[in-house]
């Protein structure tokens, strides 16, 4: 057991908050074990990482100034694991997902709103739950993603691996990035993607350059193109943003949490959608995560750094609670939106 995980198991067991987390392709991890378990409030002037949920109404920063930082050169060639998980379906769950699919393609077709991000939460039973060797795994599989392994005995413990970036700020400038569409990566043959997935993806870039030309008047973006997230590959458009005040930076984060790639368009209805439809408690699941207000592999102040929290899990006791979601517009079949969420599952799934 490396030092830094010695020092986390001492933090879990003590009922003390912790965050450690890797960058995309990033050789260090980073660790925050915070000195009590008081639960502190994500402020603007602060700095550390944060903690967010979907709705936006937990707001919560593990602060630096409250914390000792640790850190961990990787080297993932002393690792080699197995990946022997198979996807097994649930009957239930599928008739209940499909049934929400359902109903969120009528709701388009309509009129209510032109998108949904529908998702589920998979229960799976775990007896053995070593922090280490999980997030190693994460490290090890999903080397472009951002991992990251949180505990606060007032929110849970959770963990992920997340393909997507929420916001990038370096002091005036903003980066985000469109991500939406799902296909497996098969290895064997081009993507092909269908006119479902491109309209999906189209709306999410559309929102996000529309709310950031109320904060910039230089606004820029890609054309669409593919990036691998372990077994899946999704289209991408990256979009940044020059602003005249660091102020507004809030607001801009406000406007654009949650994303189109995550709850749907418009944002309000379909949000609504969600909390009344869904059926369960998505808590930090789509919400996002990360450092704030600094780069803490450089130190370098009036940066931040977040992501979305997906492809994640929040583990209580001997169960894990996996969450996966799909986009759903007018043209989207029940049935494979279903298969996109096994497909999503197997992501967390094989480090277990």
């Known amino acids: ?28 991890i980073i660790a925050f074990l ?12 602060k700095s550390g990482f944060a903690f967010v949920s979907f709705d936006n109404q937990k707001r919560y920063l593990i602060p630096e100034e409250n914390s000792d930082i640790y850190f961990e050169t990787i080297s993932n060639s002393d690792f ?12 239930e769950d599928k008739v209940k997902f499909e049934s929400l699919v359902k109903k969120g393609i009528d709701s388009i077709q309509n009129g209510a709103f032109e998108k949904v ?6 229960t799976t039973q775990i007896d053995n739950f070593d922090i280490e060797l999980v997030f190693r795994k994460l490290l090890f599989n999903y080397k ?12 849970g413990f959770w963990m992920g691996a997340t393909p997507e970036q929420f916001l990038k700020i370096d002091e005036k400038l903003v980066k985000t990035v469109s991500l939406a569409g799902t296909q497996l990566n098969t290895g064997l043959e081009l993507i092909k993607w269908q006119d479902k997935e491109i309209s999906e993806q189209q709306i999410v870039t559309d929102f ?9 008047e230089n606004v820029t973006y890609s054309k669409p193109y593919n990036q691998q997230a372990g077994n899946l590959v999704h289209l991408k458009t990256d979009i940044q943003a020059e602003i005249e005040d660091r102020n507004s930076i809030p607001n801009i984060i406000d406007s654009l949490h949650p994303t189109p790639a995550v709850c749907g368009f418009p944002k309000e209805v379909a949000k609504q959608f969600i909390l009344e439809n869904e059926g369960y ?7 996002f995560l990360g450092e704030w207000n600094k780069d803490f592999q450089t130190f370098k102040e009036k940066q931040t750094d977040l992501f979305v929290n997906l492809r994640c899990m929040k583990i209580e006791n001997k169960e894990v609670n996996l969450y996966i979601g799909c986009g759903i517009t007018k043209d989207s079949n029940p049935e494979k939106e279903f298969i996109e969420t096994q497909n999503k599952a197997l992501t967390i799934k094989s480090v277990l």
């Open 1 to 28: 057991m490396s030092f830094l995980f010695l020092k986390v198991k001492e933090q879990f067991k003590n009922k003390l908050p912790f965050v450690c987390y890797c960058k995309p392709n990033s050789d260090k």
């Open 34 to 45: 915070q000195k009590n378990d008081s639960l502190f409030e994500l402020e603007n002037d």
């Open 80 to 91: 080699i694991f197995e990946n022997n998980f198979k996807s097994e379906t649930n009957l």
């Open 208 to 216: 996000i350059v529309k709310n950031l030309k109320y904060f910039s």
């Open 281 to 287: 408690n998505r808590e930090f699941y789509s919400g």
């Open 117 to 122: 991000v529908l998702s589920r939460k998979e």
């Open 144 to 155: 472009s993603a951002f991992k990251y392994c949180f505990y606060h005995p007032k929110i």
